[in-house]
Nanobody
Framework: QVQLVESGGGSVQAGGSLRLSCVAS????????MGWFRQAPGKEREFVAV????????SYADSVKGRFTISGDNGKNTVYLQTTSLKPEDTAVYYC???????????WGQGTQVTVSS
């Protein structure tokens, strides 16, 4: 099993920045990718970004490209999401997730709230 713990959420004004962190513990050697999803009130959970640990590759949702950056520290089993130029529509609970095989998200964190005010 793998446990994921997020941190770094908070409240900011539009245009501001936050850095989210997610630390994995347990059978971390089984993880190929770690990423972030978000869920706004009344909306479905949506993909934000992913980091493939084995090759360092990244991918982003179109809505955050150019504003968010995902990175990882494999030695610390940690993935980061640097958010910039935040907009009110970025307000959501941000969840860290991890997979063993691409496309199948096996593990989820509890989520961290990000609130952006206009």
């Amino acid at each position: 099993q793998v446990q994921l713990v997020e941190s770094g959420g908070g409240s900011v004004q539009a245009g501001g920045s936050l850095r989210l962190s997610c630390v994995a513990s347990g059978r971390t050697s089984s993880i190929d990718g770690m990423g972030w999803f978000r869920q706004a009130p009344g909306k479905e959970r949506e993909f934000v970004a992913v980091y493939r640990r084995s090759v360092g590759a990244t991918s982003y949702a179109d809505s955050v490209k150019g504003r968010f950056t995902i990175s990882g520290d494999n030695g610390k089993n940690t993935v980061y999401l640097q958010t910039t130029s935040l907009k009110p529509e970025d307000t959501a609970v941000y969840y860290c997730a991890a997979y063993r095989y691409r496309g199948v998200w096996d593990y989820w964190g509890q989520g961290t709230q990000v609130t952006v005010s206009s």
